[in-house]
């Protein structure tokens, strides 16, 4: 008896521990509308739990937004093509992705385009 209960606790634990987890990855963003946003790379920061981009961003009254546009974990955008050196400061971008429902300037982010045309998706193809 005491060796059932000591697994239900460690399988008990599991699960709560995974929940957990799952909640972190829970973006809260408003998945119908997907957001474009354009501008200039200020930083470009590759760690987990989820590399970002610092974007500053014209608006239509012509003032700098400071836009925040993260990806995956580094391991889901590796395959990708990304590392840490995919950008640099001052290069031009177009972010693509969904925004967080409070309306926050950050995008949880789906694929930036360069200002050559290239394209980059981040979530690995499976």
Do not use: C
């Amino acid at each position: 008896m005491g060796r059932l209960k000591a697994v239900a606790l460690v399988a008990l634990g599991i699960i709560v521990a995974a929940g957990s987890l799952s909640a972190h990855h829970r973006w809260p963003v408003d998945m119908s509308t997907l957001v474009t946003v354009q501008g200039t790379v200020v930083a470009f920061t590759w760690s987990n739990p989820h590399p970002m981009i610092q974007l500053d961003v014209v608006n239509d009254a012509g003032e700098v937004e400071r836009w925040q546009i993260g990806g995956p974990a580094t391991n889901r955008m590796t395959p990708n093509g990304w590392d840490r050196d995919t950008l640099q400061g001052g290069e031009e971008i177009t972010g693509i992705g969904y925004q967080f429902t409070d309306g926050s300037r950050i995008i949880r982010l789906e694929r930036i385009i360069f200002a050559d045309g290239r394209e980059m998706r981040l979530y690995a193809r499976e």
